[in-house]
């Protein structure tokens, strides 16, 4: 698994988005991630980022250790 | 046989403002959890936490309790707050304070 595993998942699930990977510890594994998205209008945050989770799935359960994220809206 | 999404609607529910975590709030074992911890001591907030490390059943299980795949996760009144990145920018933000005080577990003053 890499980056760009991550990306296109969350590409596959918002195809829309400005997304922006950032590899904190040089494993790809803890990662920073950055979604702007019109898909997240009218969520809360804490359902922005279930949003985000289900679209990774299984790499939340291993591949990916850490995954500091932020989402938000296009302006 | 154990019921742990039983047991954490109730520790949920009995508990003011409750943080599940890696270690405990004097000693946490993941950044994530250290930076929760180190916001609720800022806002002068009396919480329990939940080691999960200390028990795999009650890590999987908050897991779906919330249908959240990551620690630490913060309840207030048996609200799920959120995660690390949540509870910061609602930190940063002012507006976890706000809920705080309006919950009750929190002075004006503090």
Not at chain 2, 19 to 30: E, H, T, V
Not at chain 2, 81 to 103: N, P, R
Request: charged share 25%; aromatic share 8%; proline share 5%.
């Amino acid at each position: 698994m890499g980056l760009n595993t991550i990306e296109e998942r969350l590409r596959m699930s918002f195809p829309d988005a400005e997304i922006t990977l950032r590899d904190l510890t040089g494993t790809e594994d803890h990662v920073e991630a950055h979604i702007i998205s019109v898909l997240f209008r009218g969520k809360s945050p804490v359902e922005q980022h279930r949003m985000v989770y289900k679209a990774l799935d299984e790499l939340m359960k291993g591949p990916i250790h850490a995954l500091a994220l932020h989402t938000s809206i296009p302006e | 046989m154990r019921d742990v999404q039983a047991e954490i609607k109730e520790t949920v529910t009995n508990n003011s403002v409750i943080l599940f975590m890696k270690g405990s709030p004097a000693f946490p074992q993941c950044g994530f959890s250290a930076q929760i911890a180190y916001i609720l001591s800022e806002l002068n907030v009396e919480y329990v936490g939940v080691d999960v490390l200390s028990d795999p059943e009650v890590r999987q299980g908050i897991k779906e309790f919330s249908a959240w795949p990551t620690i630490p996760q913060l309840y207030v009144k048996g609200e799920f707050i959120g995660g690390c990145d949540i509870t910061k920018d609602l930190f940063e933000s002012g507006e976890l304070l706000t809920k705080m005080v309006a919950s009750g577990v929190v002075a004006k003053d503090a």
